[in-house]
């Protein structure tokens, strides 16, 4: 599925339109103006569980980036594979102390919030204690979340989560918050801060192009 590289030089993104993880690849792809083929992987049919698909992502996730005799499965790795292999309009800053909070932001978003809300928890919740218990479980999760990247962005939060730049943490907080407010319900007004950051992403069309209904997979 992958080729070798020597068909095509353009890149093949693996990708849901409703996946937060596939959304923060698409940011960077937008920001970095890298072209790309859009391979849609539909998560409701089960297609992550292909066996072809499986050769690429053994976990069977979305996003998955191929390009050429590379294959990247995780958003955090595709992320730093764009960084390193293609500079041009760097997605982390030079000041290692805002370059960590960069990080840590991605983390919270990647390792304490994003997880506990992907459809296979979902389906579990829905399965095992109740259809009426998945919205509450993913709000309580999102609010924690929330509540700590308002901490920590207060003190750096310019234009953008930390600056007037925008960085990597954009670009998991964007899906992110885009999730809570479209899907979840989350009342982001008792977030400022990122409500404010939220706001200013809609005036950038790399965000706006990589939107989850503007996917030529998206079904609504």
């Known amino acids: 599925m992958a080729g070798s590289g020597k068909e095509s030089k353009k890149l093949q993104l693996y990708s849901y339109w409703r996946s937060s993880c596939a959304f923060r690849v698409r940011i960077a792809l937008n920001l970095k103006g890298l072209d790309y083929e859009y391979k849609a992987v539909n998560l409701l049919k089960g297609e992550q569980r292909d066996p072809e698909y499986l050769k690429l992502n053994p976990l069977g996730y979305v996003p998955t980036l191929v390009d050429g005799d590379a294959v990247i499965a995780d958003s955090f790795a595709i992320l730093m594979y764009l960084e390193e292999k293609y500079p041009q309009r760097a997605l982390l800053p030079q000041d290692c102390q805002k370059r960590a909070i960069n990080y840590q932001a991605a983390n919270i978003v990647s390792a304490n919030i994003q997880p506990l809300q992907n459809l296979a928890v979902l389906k579990y919740i829905h399965e095992k204690v109740g259809p009426n218990e998945t919205t509450p479980w993913v709000q309580s999760h999102i609010t924690k979340g929330f509540e700590a990247l308002e901490k920590l962005l207060k ?44 706001e200013a992403y809609q005036e950038l069309p790399a965000f706006q192009d990589a939107m989850p209904e503007k996917q030529p997979d998206a079904t609504c």
């Open 155 to 198: 003190d750096y939060a310019g234009k953008y989560a930390t600056g007037d730049e925008v960085y990597m943490a954009d670009l998991f907080l964007a899906p992110q918050i885009h999730a809570a407010i479209k899907r979840f319900e989350v009342d982001m007004n008792q977030f400022p801060t990122l409500l404010r950051v939220f």
